[in-house]
């Protein structure tokens, strides 16, 4: 028998986000490849697969509205579900005690948006002192206009977010990278 220390973070990629007046579907395609390529190399590997899902106050983010729920064009069977108010995963939703029970001191980041619940995500679970594997091609975001004016493209966004993780919180892998790079032992 084996296990890894390792998890999978699936942040936010649900339904609710559609009804976002900011929705864009051009970067869609990619990012379900990718995350899709993700999971089932996580779950191939014994990688424990770690689907969280934002709720708030917000219509389309509470529970009543129907819209918490997976994105419909991605296939998962999570090992556990958490449920989170704040931009960190890691704050009042439980994943923390979850990963001290089971061991894990590494985790690959994936999900929705790219600089926001993903970013905030990986810089806490850094401070607090885990690995991290940030796979930015298995994250999606929108553009952003700054208060300048400055249209941001999800592009720009990707790529800032890269800049500020990489070396310092995290680092940058591609679903690859971040599969091949997950440590199996032999539970004893």
């Not at 990986?122 to 975001?141: F, I, M, P, Q």
Request: net charge negative; aromatic share 8%; hydrophobic share 40%.
């Amino acid at each position: 028998m084996s296990y890894a220390d390792t998890a999978l973070l699936v942040i936010d990629v649900q339904e609710s986000f559609r009804q976002r007046p900011y929705w864009q579907a051009d970067d869609l395609p990619d990012f379900v490849d990718r995350l899709q390529a993700l999971i089932d190399g996580a779950k191939a590997r014994g990688i424990p697969v770690v689907q969280i899902f934002h709720v708030d106050g917000d219509d389309h983010f509470s529970l009543a509205s129907g819209y918490v729920r997976k994105l419909e064009e991605i296939t998962l069977e999570a090992d556990a579900v958490f449920h989170k108010s704040r931009h960190s995963a890691l704050v009042g939703s439980g994943l923390d005690v979850w990963l001290v029970e089971n061991g894990i001191r590494k985790l690959i980041v994936s999900g929705i948006r790219t600089e926001q619940c993903c970013e905030t995500t990986t810089r806490h679970a850094s401070d607090l002192g885990y690995d991290v594997d940030y796979v930015t091609e298995a994250t999606l975001t929108f553009p952003m206009t700054h208060a300048s004016g400055t249209v941001f493209s999800a592009d720009d966004i990707k790529k800032r977010t890269e800049l500020v993780l990489s070396g310092r919180f995290a680092r940058i892998a591609t679903v690859e990278d971040a599969l091949a790079s997950v440590a199996i032992r032999s539970a004893a």
